[in-house]
């Protein structure tokens, strides 16, 4: 059983930046394969950046070059460096967490606003 607890979600200007943290509870941390989501209201639930047990990263073609995510193994922690932040980027944040099973986080709102 893994329990994942999100943080750092917040009210940011456009144009600013946030750093998300997702601190996960349980073994074998490093395992796993890592993931954000968010969902903004009346929407789907949307893949915003994924990180593997080995490094690996991918992002969709809305949020390259602005967002980052890692890893800190040592921590049980994931984080997502979200910078030049857009009204459009409001959402709930959701981190995921998959080896055998997917977990998720309970979210963390995020709104960009002026």
């Known amino acids: 059983q893994v329990q994942l607890v999100e943080s750092g979600g917040g009210l940011v200007q456009p144009g600013g930046s946030l750093r998300l943290s997702c601190a996960a509870s349980?073994?074998?941390?490093?395992?796993?394969?890592m993931g954000w989501y968010r969902q903004a209201p009346g929407k789907q639930r949307e893949w915003v950046a994924a990180?593997?047990?080995?490094?690996?990263?991918n992002y969709p073609d809305s949020v390259k070059d602005r967002f980052t995510i890692s890893r800190d193994n040592a921590k049980n922690t994931v984080y997502l460096q979200m910078n030049s932040l857009k009204p459009e980027d409001t959402a709930v944040y959701y981190c995921?967490?998959?080896?055998?099973?997917?977990?998720w986080g309970q979210g963390t709102q995020v709104t960009v606003s002026s």
């Open positions: 990180i593997t047990s080995g490094g690996s990263t």
């Open positions: 349980g073994s074998a941390f490093s395992s796993y394969n």
């Open positions: 995921r967490g998959s080896l055998v099973r997917a977990y």
